[in-house]
């Protein structure tokens, strides 16, 4: 494909400004497909700096209005009031017509203007929407930690009529509810929030095409359930805020387990080693598991017993319940129960959030009842499971104070000894 000299000069100077800009260049926002295919954006001073940009043109080529009208009609295939309104009197731009108007002036004048519009840029919106939405400048925690979300359980679709649509779906509403409400902190945009009429989840939808074309223009999203290509946008690879990225990732796709390990099964390769290297720089170690099922796993040593435990609840936030789960786990519960029903229903629903095959938790809490005191060797035996799956349920349970667990020598070895705990005043039970 041959350029002439003005797309050569053009490109000149777009790849000097790009050199120089950081943070979120809004003229990369340049769409141009058809009247309803277009960003705009508004501010404070842009009507001015507007105005100063034509007159700049103006100079630059010795042009009038009517020089002016006739050049962007023809380029546009367009009727002159499309182009005078904007020169004349409206506060809002089509960013394409001000990427080409810059085009126009030297490189050094093009960076001048470029930069004093992305100063000055407050709001954005898509085609003939009347609803504005806020326009970031540049990276932030909370827009990392939705990159992570999104690459975690969320997707964009392009629907019929050229409908777009962004959603993250998830069990745990808190999780839901943070998105949404960064969503709000970021874009000044409220996202609706359901569930789901037939799956036990919740949905979150961005209904935004503004919005959208942000992620798809700066953060390397596309369309569709991209779940196997992943990975980690570039910019964020590059920013200060991967931790906050590999933390939406975590909070949407990763686990805790009952014996105080965090693991975390997604089906991009590049997303899981990503997270990984992520994980490791900041202290917080993981190893890789056996892919299983097309997934690639990482997974933490048991935190149970760990001095820094503390900063993975961190991780995910002590006020939702993946990381009010492991907070539990390493500390302990915190309220009293009213009764021993309640007591033991909470306990059973803590458990069974992390199923175990073979053995039920309440099957556990009823022999204990029943015995008051019986060796680890007998409750085993009795339950019919492995060490690993009675462990599990018994440091739920030592974390409850309805058992304490005794080592005492008997014989030639050690005698180890569960006590059931009759007074339920002791206990302490999870959040309900």
């Known amino acids: 494909m ?5 797309e050569l000069s053009k490109s000149f100077k777009e790849a000097q400004y790009n050199e120089k800009f950081m943070g979120f260049d809004l003229l990369k926002l340049a769409i141009h497909e058809s009247n309803n295919s277009v960003v705009y954006f508004k501010g404070d001073c842009v009507r001015e700096i507007f105005s100063e940009l034509i007159e700049e043109c103006y100079r630059v080529n010795d042009w009038r209005q009517a ?7 023809k380029l546009y295939s367009c009727d002159r009031t499309t182009v005078a309104k904007f020169i004349k009197w409206k506060d809002f731009f089509p960013v394409h017509f001000v990427k080409d108007l ?16 992305i100063e000055s840029v407050q709001f954005f919106k898509f085609g003939t929407s009347s609803d504005w939405t806020v326009f970031p400048k540049e990276l932030s925690s909370e827009l990392s930690w939705l990159c992570g979300a999104i690459a975690a359980d969320g997707w964009i679709t392009k629907e019929k009529k050229w409908k777009e649509r962004l ?14 409400n960064y969503f709000k902190i970021i874009f000044d945009y409220t996202p609706r929030v359901y569930r789901h009429s037939s799956k036990d989840c919740l949905l979150l939808i961005v209904d935004s095409k503004a919005i959208i074309k942000f992620f798809l223009t700066y953060l390397g999203f596309g369309y569709g359930y991209k779940t196997e290509t992943i990975d980690e946008p570039a910019i964020i690879k590059n920013s200060k805020y991967r931790l906050d990225y ?7 796709d990763g686990s805790v387990e009952l014996d105080g390990t965090i693991s975390l099964g997604v089906k991009s390769k590049s997303l899981s080693k990503s997270i990984y290297e992520i994980l490791a720089e900041n202290g917080f170690p993981m190893k890789f598991s056996k892919p299983n099922d097309n997934l690639y796993f990482i997974r933490s040593s048991s935190l149970l017993f760990e001095k820094d435990a503390p900063r993975w609840v961190n991780i995910f936030g002590k006020e939702t319940e993946k990381g009010y789960r492991l907070y539990s786990l390493i500390f302990g519960f915190e309220h009293s129960p009213d009764n021993t029903a309640t007591a033991i229903k909470s306990l059973v629903k803590f458990a069974n959030n992390r199923k175990i095959e073979h053995c039920k938790f309440e099957s556990i809490i009823a022999i204990l009842q029943n015995r008051k005191e019986i060796s680890k060797t007998e409750l085993l035996d009795l339950a019919g499971v492995a060490h690993a799956t009675l462990f599990k349920y018994i440091w739920i349970l030592r974390k409850a104070n309805i058992v304490t667990y005794d080592n005492s020598k008997f014989g030639r070895g050690i005698y180890n000894v569960y006590k059931f705990n009759s007074n339920s005043s002791e206990w302490k039970i999870p959040n309900s």
């Open 2 to 6: 041959n350029c002439t000299g003005s």
């Open 67 to 73: 020089d002016i009208c006739k050049y962007f009609c």
């Open 246 to 252: 590999a933390k939406g990732v975590l909070c949407f």
């Open 167 to 180: 959603g993250i779906v998830d069990q745990n509403e808190k999780m839901i509810l943070r998105a949404a």
């Open 102 to 117: 810059l085009s126009i002036l030297p490189p050094e004048r093009y960076e001048y203007f470029a930069q004093k519009f």
